[in-house]
């Protein structure tokens, strides 16, 4: 699996303190098997292929490597679930994929255009992939670290998802 930190970070070290000791979180792009099969061919959440577009302007995060798709690059516009199984809270949005390959993420740190997210939703999900609706919140791109960093000091959340304004999934969020 290759990895990538992400380039440069917005305001957190990705650590929190839970008042008994520090503890890091893990920002995580959709898997590289996932994107292997979009890229193949395979079907995204609808059933469908990705579609191949060619970029415009500067708002086209992948979101295998949480890096945004340079003007003029192929990329795949998909539908897609962040989740294992269909349920309730499966939401299902679209996404934009680099077309080529890219280096997973998986880094401590949010990349810095998330900053840009004006605003962003955050929620929590517990570990049967339903959402603890206490933790729902519409941030400030800026203030997205410090959002998961309260989300994740509640122990019954398994993890964050971050999505845009248009509740597209951007990336999800551990504890490390």
């Not at 933790?135 to 997205?144: H, M, P, Y």
Request: charged share 20%.
């Amino acid at each position: 699996m290759h990895r990538t930190r992400c380039n440069p970070v917005i305001a957190s070290s990705g650590e929190y303190n839970t008042g008994a000791h520090a503890m890091r979180f893990r920002v995580r792009g959709i898997s590289s098997d996932e994107v292997r099969q979009f890229r193949e061919g395979g079907p995204d959440a609808n059933g469908q292929a990705a579609l191949r577009r060619v970029a415009q302007g500067g708002a086209n995060p992948c979101r295998h490597c949480l890096q945004l798709i340079a003007e003029g690059d192929e990329m795949l516009v998909l539908a897609y679930r962040p989740f294992g199984l269909v349920q309730p809270y499966a939401e299902t949005g679209p996404i934009f994929l680099h077309a080529q390959d890219c280096a997973h993420c998986e880094a401590d740190r949010l990349p810095a255009w998330f900053a840009h997210l004006q605003p962003a939703l955050v929620r929590g999900y517990d570990s049967k992939d339903w959402i603890k609706y206490e933790t729902g919140a519409v941030v400030a791109g800026s203030e997205l670290a410090a959002a998961c960093e309260n989300i994740l000091a509640d122990v019954d959340v398994a993890y964050v998802h971050i999505r845009s304004k248009f509740n597209c999934f951007q990336c999800r969020v551990d504890r490390f």
